[in-house]
Each structure stands twice: as C-alpha cells, then as structure tokens.
C-alpha cells in the first residue's frame, strides 16, 4: 500500500510539474527556476491534499472549504502569474 500511495503522490507531483514548466516555457507564468518548480510543483500537491483528506476520510464537509480551495488557488496563480 505504502509503495501505491508513494506513485501516486510522485505521479501528481509530475503532473503539476509538467503544466508550470510548459506554462514558464509558453510565458503564461513567470520565468521559474527548474529547482522552484520542483518546490512549488510539491507545495501545490500539498495543499490541495490538505484540503481533499477530511473529504477523503468521511469527515463533513466545511462550509469554507470551498472559499479555502479558491483562496489557494488565488495565492498559487497570483504566485506564478506572469506580471502584466
């Protein structure tokens, strides 16, 4: 089981990878280090399973949860975001 959970967490972390690096290379985020997009590829992954685990173990869902998710994703794409 710990070898499955392990896949699937390097396996979203490649994913989300692989959409910051072709969005640093296409210029719809800013120019990124390939190490910072390790990092935030990881972080990004993170958080979002912080917020999906009480979901995932039957625990009700918040009423904020929905405002929690948005505001990551808010700080993320302003994080990345190419400057205007």
Known sequence: MTDLKNK?????????????TEGVHNGEFKQVSEDNIELI???MVSSFRG??????VGQHRSPKLDLQIDSI??????????CS
């Open 41 to 43: 590829a990881y972080l």
């Open 73 to 82: 994703v808010d700080i993320m794409v302003e994080g990345i975001g190419r």
């Open 51 to 56: 917020l999906a685990v009480p979901l995932m």
């Open 8 to 20: 699937f967490d390097t396996t979203h972390v490649e994913l989300v990878k692989a959409i910051l």
